[in-house]
């Protein structure tokens, strides 16, 4: 395999196995989102402005691993 | 009722087949970097800064309509109104999340924030972005027939490209081989402009933090308050700790800036490999998508700003320290 090769595996590798675990994550947060809206729907205001945050940090995650992905690429 | 679904469903999979087999589409050129449109001696004009000032232009105009005649109530269908809406809805945000001292100070910053990257996000998903402009020659790319504008050799995609790939391309006279560099091109996908937006959002976010807190905002980053005290041990983690907040604060410029850009990105290259697969019909439920993906990121970025700026105004428990030691 070429070097350039490997580089384009490795790229793959680090966005694809990199977004299993936010991808996890934001699943989680918005099953347990949905069961709370559901028990208590007059509280999605404050709901919806934490699992805003909540879906951004586990986002950010994701935004590294696209970033490792993009430096293996491009540099 | 049932025949006319089927109907329906069979004119769906007709179009889609005709599309794939006689229209088909632009073979995907990906690039990272924005296209230069313009060079002014050493100044490079890209087209996604090109679309930024086409996006301030159509929030200026939007807002300068509506204000033109504002009045102190205004009637139902009107521009203002409209807007006002929007904004009263950011404004109640504010106040949810900053608090009524802060909402006034925070409110421009993120409301100016949320409607720049909605309306280039929107304005990206325009016909005209993306497909016209210059062609870049070069060894690879499409062959494309001249079409002259005036004065200007333009290449509009889908007209006057034809779908020929890699080196042996050869096309008819007069005809040019090479990429396209659009005039135009959503302002998110460079991460120049959503780097730019990440810096003015934390500039003003220390900045706030500093006015807020005085000199004990920096304090925790550097915290050498109980080193100084002579406890060694406890003032060294108190170091790495105001380290770790060093960092996870650039770290915060790198997600903000990372993630709009990757978001709006992912979704250009998205429409333009579906365009080239089904170029009719099926589009439209990945258009449905970016309208989705456009309006909230716009709203994360916004809301983001909003909570940092939130937490940089907040006191540390620095004066409840010595009731609560293990606090951090």
């Not at chain 2, 589409?25 to 990906?30: L, N, Q, S």
């Not at chain 2, 890209?46 to 102190?72: C, G, H, P, Y």
């Not at chain 2, 005039?183 to 990440?198: D, E, G, H, K, Q």
Request: proline share 4%; charged share 10%; glycine share 10%.
């Amino acid at each position: 395999m070429t070097d350039e090769g490997l580089k384009l595996l490795a790229a793959a590798l680090a966005i694809g196995l990199g977004s299993l675990g936010p991808g996890l994550g934001i699943g989680m947060l918005v099953s347990k989102a949905m069961e709370a809206l559901g028990r208590n729907p007059e509280a999605q205001g404050a709901l919806f402005t934490n699992f805003i945050l909540g879906l951004a940090f586990a986002e950010a995650i994701a935004i590294y691993a696209l970033v490792v992905a993009l430096i293996i690429k491009f540099v | 009722m049932r025949n006319r679904a089927v109907l329906i469903a069979l004119g769906v999979i007709a179009l889609i087949v005709v599309g794939r087999l006689f229209f088909p589409g632009p073979a995907p050129h990906v690039s990272l970097k924005a296209e230069p449109v313009l060079h002014l001696g050493g100044l490079v004009i890209e087209n996604t800064t090109v679309a930024a000032w086409a996006s301030m232009a159509v929030i200026l105009l939007v807002f300068w309509r509506a204000s033109r005649s504002a009045s102190l109530i205004p009637s139902g269908r009107s521009w203002q109104n409209a807007l006002e809406i929007v904004l009263d809805m950011f404004l109640n945000l504010c106040n949810n999340v900053a608090g009524p001292r802060n909402a006034r100070r925070f409110f421009p910053l993120v409301v100016t924030i949320f409607l720049f990257i909605f309306v280039s996000n929107y304005l990206g998903l325009l016909p005209g972005y993306h497909t016209i402009g210059w062609v870049e020659e070069g060894e690879h790319g499409s062959v494309w027939s001249e079409v002259h504008l005036g004065p200007l050799n333009v290449a509009i995609l889908p007209f006057n490209a034809q779908q020929v790939e890699g080196h042996d391309a050869h096309g008819p006279e007069g005809a040019t081989i090479g990429t396209l560099a659009p005039w135009l091109r959503s302002a998110n996908t460079s991460l120049n402009t959503t780097l730019a937006i990440a810096l003015v959002a934390m500039a003003f976010i220390e900045f706030w933090g500093l006015r807020a807190l005085g000199f004990g905002y920096l304090g925790k980053f550097i915290n050498v308050r109980r080193l100084l005290r002579g406890d060694i041990m406890n003032g060294l983690i108190d170091l790495f700790v105001g380290l770790l907040d060093i960092i996870s604060e650039l770290a915060r410029l790198i997600s903000l800036s990372f993630r709009l850009f990757g978001n709006i990105f992912a979704g250009e290259v998205l429409l333009s490999v579906m365009t080239y697969l089904v170029s009719w019909v099926l589009i439209v439920l990945f258009l449905g998508l970016e309208l989705l993906v456009g309006v909230i990121q716009a709203l994360v970025f916004a809301l983001l700003a909003l909570v940092f700026a939130t937490v940089a105004v907040t006191a540390h428990g620095e004066e409840g320290h010595e009731a609560q030691p293990t606090h951090h």
